[in-house]
């Protein structure tokens, strides 16, 4: 009996079931084509692949594929190291240039060093005597003076043998004399006797006269010899010059 009761409310509910089930369904499915998903919020897990050769190469329309491009990462890892060292090398060459820079000048310094010194021991070898000359200079003028005061034709007489041999000897003596001095670089000169063009670098002219017959300029009396050491003046030569105009 309890079996009886349970079943028949289901065959009830079974025949409605099927008496639905033979109606349209077009009235109460909606084909799957016309529903549109909704798209979710959440993303789905992206897949990576070990392998390359697994992937199917999409086929191209006319136009070749792309090039795949270069590593980033390495690139910029190659720039990175490499801008280290060319800085490095660059401050090497930077000393370099330095240190050659110096070496250079410190040679032409040295040599510049080396002809100071050389000419400063040659000055001092070749003026050690200028003192020395300059007060021999007096000594010197004194004997041509006496020579010169002596007149030739006292020493053409036959009566002045004595005076003429005394001249001779100081003319000797003042001939060994001056070559003594030229061996140590002491010269005398006497620019009125050669009538040289004044020059105030060996000269000092004394007085400006008008002579006829010579040019303008010229030396025509010497009254004191100029003495020179090693090619230095030591002391001018005092002169008269010709001035016409």
Known sequence: MIQRSLFRPSRAIGSKLYRTSNLNPSRFYTPLARITPVPSSRASPSRWYSSSSETTAEPTTGAQAAPSEPAAPEAETDTETADPLTKELDAKNREIIDLKDKYLRSVAEFRNLQDRTKRDVAAARD????????????????????????????????????????????KMTERILMQTLAKHGLERFDPGARGERFDPNVHEATFMTRVEGKEDGTVFLT???????????????????????
Not at 224 to 245: M, T
């Open 127 to 170: 003026f050690a005597i200028a003192r020395f000359a300059k007060d021999l200079v007096d000594s010197v003028d004194n004997l041509d003076r006496a020579l010169e005061t002596v007149p030739a034709e006292k020493l053409t007489a036959a009566e002045n043998a004595d005076l003429k041999n005394l001249y001779d000897g100081l």
């Open 223 to 245: 009254q004191q010899k100029g003495f020179s050491l090693n090619g230095r003046v030591i002391r001018a030569a005092k002169v008269g010059v010709v001035k016409n105009a």
